[in-house]
């Protein structure tokens, strides 16, 4: 992994084998938060590679070891405990917790998780290596589209105020929420990631995207919606790199990376011809989508050239009939994880929140200290700082750079000819690639989030 590690050779190898799913009593405890660290450190390594364009070992591990349907699982059951176990915890009479750092981590635990997937999910071999748990995830990206859908406010991790005069589980509360919204956010990327595959996916797993759930629909939706845009003050502002950014005058015009996202889910589950093969165009379907024309202007078309082929394709539609619902009879797998965990939970939620109660969230002073220590251990954070070297390297040869891309501002090269050598991986998302500085990193390794130099 180069000279840049915050994993010694063949930790990372131990790490991702020991990866095992715990059920929702054991969460919190002390197995479950060692593998939570396994995670964090796992997170901050993908993020090194990725930076630092040094390989992807850690995307690697994760499918030759088969622990891609392990974190779906993982993924999932943190969701539901916080659905279903949290509420009751928060609600029973002894539970007056003066530190609530043992709870976040739980909380905390599917930032993690849905963060190391948008790392790996950027490569296609990683989704075939989901198998039939892609269907899990498929759902699991659906239920947080939806919230983000049904958003009415926009939480803003910037504001302290709140925390001033309020108790710590007022202030769990708050983080949790800002939370969720940038897992709803990460969902997004990694659903996008699934659509890149459509060639790949199962029919049952593209029937559900498509007549289950019509994610072109929602998708449409998002647009209009887009929650993570916001005026304040007469200002625009955006949700970037986990904060809100308020976005020049000259810069208005320019793409969004999470609207982005959606215009490349929506060419992918429009026009690859798999998806149009299952795509039942009905009234209400055409009626949502051509509402995309009205958003398809040139200055869009200028930055995402292939959405043309879209702009086409909504033109012929507006001119074909509509289609009935269909009513195949079609044998297909269905999602598994959400159903059997709720039903061998079904009950139990008082039971299980009491036992955390009595076993898992009252540590002592030692233990909270000893837990302290562990995490400042596992952030690396002056190894994180090597990430941004003094001078840029070239994205295609690695050589030291000194031309960067014109228009995304985020990808340097060495000369013209790695410049255009690189740009058929390079072109499609060139729009869309974050600009990431060395303070970025620092902050994305410290609150687990990916920030990835070469990716959009």
């Not at 915890?89 to 963060?115: G, W």
């Not at 108790?167 to 983080?175: A, F, N, S």
């Not at 498509?210 to 998708?219: D, E, I, M, Y």
């Not at 190894?383 to 295609?396: G, K």
């Amino acid at each position: 992994m180069g000279d840049l590690e915050l994993l010694l050779p063949g930790e990372a190898d131990v790490l991702v084998q020991g990866l095992r799913s715990f059920q929702l009593r054991e969460m919190g405890s002390e197995g479950w938060n060692k593998q939570h660290e396994s995670l964090e450190k796992l997170n901050m390594q993908a993020i090194l590679d990725a930076t630092v364009s040094q390989g992807e070992p850690i995307q690697e591990l994760l499918v030759t070891h088969g622990k891609i349907p392990t974190l779906v699982e993982e993924l999932i059951a943190v969701e539901m405990w916080k659905q279903k176990v949290f509420p009751v915890l928060c609600r029973l009479e002894d539970f007056k917790p003066q530190n609530t750092f043992p709870i976040y981590m739980v909380v905390h635990h599917e930032a993690s998780i849905i963060n190391l997937l948008e790392t790996v999910f950027f490569h296609k071999e990683v989704c075939e290596s989901a198998d039939d748990k892609v269907l899990d995830l498929v759902d699991y990206c659906h239920r947080k589209l939806i919230l983000l859908v049904a958003r009415t406010s926009y939480p803003d991790p910037s504001e302290e105020d709140w925390s001033q005069n309020s108790t710590p589980m007022q202030e769990l509360q708050k983080q949790a929420e800002t939370m969720e919204f940038e897992i709803s956010l990460k969902a997004l990327s990694v659903l996008r990631y699934i659509t890149d595959c459509v060639d790949s996916l199962s029919l049952s797993t593209l029937n559900r995207m498509l007549s289950t759930h019509n994610l072109p629909c929602l998708l449409v939706e998002l647009l209009e919606h887009s929650p993570w845009s916001r005026r304040e003050g007469g200002k625009l502002q955006q949700f970037e790199s986990g904060r809100w950014q308020t976005v020049p005058p000259s810069e208005q015009q320019k793409l969004n990376k999470l609207d982005g996202q959606v215009w490349i889910a929506l060419y992918n589950l429009l026009l690859s011809p798999e998806a149009q093969d299952r795509y039942c165009l009905t009234s209400f379907a055409k009626g949502q989508l051509l509402k995309l024309q009205s958003f398809l202007t040139d200055t869009l078309l200028d930055q995402l050239p292939n959405l043309a082929d879209l702009k086409g394709f909504l033109a012929r539609l507006a001119l074909v009939e509509t289609q009935p619902p269909k009513k195949d009879l079609v044998l297909e797998q269905i999602p598994e994880i959400w159903d059997r965990l709720e039903r061998e939970n079904k009950g139990k939620w008082q039971a299980i929140a009491k036992h955390q109660l009595q076993y898992v969230f009252s540590p002592s002073e030692k233990d909270l200290r000893l837990q302290a220590q562990r995490w400042a251990e596992t952030y690396r954070l002056d190894v994180l700082e090597a990430v941004a070297p003094e001078r840029p390297r070239c994205a295609y040869c690695n050589a030291e750079a000194t031309k960067r891309c014109s228009r995304c501002q985020s990808v340097w090269y060495c000369c013209r000819e790695c410049q255009v050598k690189h740009w058929q991986k390079h072109g499609k998302m060139c729009v869309l690639a974050p600009q990431s500085d060395k303070s970025q990193v620092k902050v994305a390794a410290a609150e687990g989030r990916q920030k990835s130099a070469r990716r959009m």
